[in-house]
């Protein structure tokens, strides 16, 4: 039967035929790389003449489970101080966000505070945040100020990181289309009910993605403020690799932080692929 001949049922038969062998096709061969790279790197490492020494020092099961309680306790520091830092730099980072997208000349000065606040939070790398603000505050020896370590190295995080978010939710404010907001107040609603029900809306629901890297970055940046002394994860592990010279705790720390990055990773990443998805269904539709 000539293709001019086959009905339009058999004709996606065929075509989904041909996908079908396509991807069992690209799956094998997948397969079939992944197990050459992977064990050949496994087989490089594992014979290679150090190996049994790094297997001691890195990959101790007795130091392993010797330690393991003791870190994963300083983890829950490290997850009760990001879910408080996260949810303070939300705030905080939109409303640099909203200071800055502001017009009003009245205004001005705040959007040059702001601007030099995001500057100057972004260029400084974290951990030296963390000792200026970790060490620094407690010396001014001024009543009222907090002298806890964990308070003041979230507050460090907490200010980084509203810069960088901050500059994720403007980048989300500037992408709604002028349109939206004379269409919101063609209708009867101010300039505050149009940013609060038509632009905010759009704004956020575009920025997620960028917005949960972030947090990931932030997640794993809270072991900074080991610096000040706190026994959170990684400071845990240190104590116990300097105890006995041998590292495992260490790759026990790194464990814990890979259970909760990588999955927050892989659901950004989905979330990316069903934006993708929707863009593309509206572009077949328009």
Known sequence: MSAIDQSPSDRRAVRAAARRRRERRGFLIAAGSSVVVI????????????????????????????????????????????????????????????????????????????????????????????????????????????????????????????????????????????SQRAAALAVGLNRVQSLRFVILPQAVRRVVPPLLNDFISLQKDVALISVLGPLEAFRVAQIEASSNFNYTPLIAAAMLYICVTVPLARFVDRMQARRRKAQSAEAVTA
Do not use: C, N, Q
Not at 100 to 128: E, H, K, W
Not at 138 to 145: C, I, K, N, Q
């Open 39 to 178: 064990g050949g790197l496994a087989l490089l490492i594992l014979t290679s003449p150090g190996w049994p020494d790094v297997r001691e020092t890195f990959f101790s099961w007795e130091a392993f489970r010797t330690s393991f309680p003791d870190v994963l306790r300083g983890f829950w520091l490290d997850v009760k101080l990001f879910l408080i830092v996260e949810a303070i730099v939300l705030v905080l980072g939109l409303a640099i966000a909203l200071g800055r997208t502001t017009r009003s000349p009245a205004l001005f000065p705040v959007r040059l505070l702001l601007s030099v606040y995001t500057d100057v939070m972004r260029g400084v790398p974290t951990i030296l945040l963390v000792y200026l603000i970790g060490f620094g505050i407690p010396a001014l020896a001024l009543d009222g100020l907090p002298s806890d370590p964990v308070v003041l190295g979230g507050a460090a995080l907490a200010l980084a990181y509203s810069a960088y978010v901050a500059e994720v939710y403007r980048a989300g404010l500037e992408s709604v289309h002028p």
